[in-house]
């Protein structure tokens, strides 16, 4: 395994890959085309999905059962991560005989109500155990590579705090030591990286330099930012303004193109003054990935794939002080 790691020059250099971002930023499609780049290197490669998304599935496998780890293409898995299906797992396993005894589905409901954070608790349980070397026998064979599509940032800061908030509150006993396990796991920058998804506006760079911050304030630190659906600079200034002037005075279909590329040259020149605004403000790698026009999900998802092997960890991964 670690040969492959290298033979991918740092594309996924941990197992696991927490994935994040604004809401609306491509996040699940990034998410996507990482772990279709880390089996195209040749790593086993798993994607979970959580809190009943299910992208990666519908999109390559729309007639499997969510729940259940699927291979979706050659080295490719990809599993939706169902809080209540992990805590009956757990407890079945844990309790045995007693689970069934005590009645799973009224066990089950009641230690959900009355522990708050106990989905988020167990949706971390179940990522450790699929991204553990050593999985538990009968929980099936251990990956390469986990990519976790997490929810957008708050609610993944969120998550991510839950094992230290239940280690912290518990102290002693298997809930602490199993608290502990998976926040050692979530600290670990050898075993856990973060990306964060953005594209080049405002709100979502205010966003991903919040989520820095945050991980920051955890003791964790953000791994490397993707830039998504970036607009290609097809004009020089002096290019733009020539176009601008030819507007008046054109056919109608003529018009009509020109507007068009004068707005993308904007919206262009725009993103870029975004994009020098996060590169001068983090140290980590900048991957920046093109705006795919008319490609349907699964599609989007393999070329992005392409072009995130190419640009890892980028051309402006430099840009960071």
């Known amino acids: 395994m670690d040969g492959r790691r290298k033979g991918v020059a740092g594309l996924v250099s941990q197992r696991l890959i927490f994935v994040t971002g604004k809401g609306g930023v491509g996040?699940?499609?990034?998410?996507?085309?990482?772990a279709i780049a880390s089996a195209n290197s040749g790593m086993r490669t798993l994607i979970a999905e959580i809190s009943g998304q299910h992208y990666v599935q519908s999109t390559f496998a729309p007639e499997e059962h969510p729940?259940?780890?699927?291979?979706?293409?050659?080295?490719?898995?990809?599993?939706?991560?169902?809080?209540?299906l992990a805590m009956e797992e757990y407890l079945r396993i844990r309790l045995g005989r007693l689970w069934r005894a005590?009645?799973?589905?009224?066990?089950?409901?009641?230690?959900?109500t009355a522990t708050p954070g106990m989905r988020e608790m167990q949706t971390m349980a179940k990522i450790w155990e699929l991204a553990h070397p050593d999985r538990?026998?009968?929980?099936?064979?251990?990956?390469?590579?986990?990519?976790?599509?997490?929810p957008a940032t708050g609610h993944a800061i969120g998550m991510l705090r839950t094992p230290r908030t239940f280690m912290e509150l518990a102290r002693i006993g298997p809930v602490a030591n199993g608290a502990r396990l998976i926040a050692a796991m979530i600290a670990d920058p050898a075993f856990t990286g973060f990306v964060a998804v953005t594209t080049a506006e405002q709100m979502a760079?205010?966003?991903?330099?919040?989520l820095r911050d945050a991980l920051r304030r955890d003791g964790l630190k953000l791994s490397t930012v993707v830039l998504n659906r970036l607009y290609p600079d097809r004009f020089t200034p002096s290019e733009a303004e020539k176009v601008q002037n030819v507007i008046a005075d054109a056919p109608d279909a003529v018009k009509s193109a020109a507007r068009a590329a004068v707005f993308e040259h904007q919206r262009a020149?725009?993103?870029r003054a975004q994009v020098a605004r996060i590169a001068g403000q983090v140290t980590v790698p900048l991957v920046?990935?093109?705006?795919?026009?008319?490609d349907g999900a699964g599609q989007c998802a393999h070329n992005l794939a392409g072009a995130l092997a190419e640009a890892w960890p980028g051309p402006v991964a430099q840009a960071g002080r």
């Open 288 to 294: 920046t990935l093109p705006f795919l026009f008319g």
């Open 136 to 150: 538990p026998a009968g929980a099936g064979v251990a990956y390469d590579v986990v990519v976790v599509d997490a």
């Open 102 to 112: 005590l009645g799973s589905a009224k066990l089950f409901q009641a230690l959900m």
């Open 27 to 34: 996040k699940s499609t990034v998410a996507a085309a990482l």
């Open 205 to 210: 760079v205010t966003e991903t330099l919040s």
């Open 67 to 84: 729940a259940r780890e699927v291979e979706v293409a050659p080295g490719l898995f990809t599993v939706s991560i169902d809080p209540q």
């Open 269 to 271: 020149r725009l993103q």
